[in-house]
């Protein structure tokens, strides 16, 4: 595992895969690279919950999360 630690993800399968995480931050902390990464679905969800009728949305509603660029 790299410094301050990571995580695996594996599937099995056809084909399978591996995918391995490892968190990182200018300031040397990965809580916060996983806080940033959190707050960034948040963000990139504004526009899609302003454009929502009036009322109680869920999230199952809304269109799918995306980034920009």
């Known amino acids: 595992a790299a410094h301050g630690g990571s995580y695996r993800i594996e599937i099995t399968g056809e084909p399978s895969y591996t995918l391995d995480l490892c968190l990182s931050s200018p300031n040397g902390d990965h809580n916060h690279a996983g806080l ?3 707050a960034a679905r948040v963000v990139n969800a504004i ?3 302003i454009d929502a009728a009036p009322g109680i949305v869920t999230a199952r ?3 799918p ?3 920009k660029g």
């Open 36 to 38: 940033v990464a959190t």
């Open 47 to 49: 526009p899609a919950v």
């Open 61 to 63: 509603e809304l269109p």
């Open 65 to 67: 999360v995306t980034g």
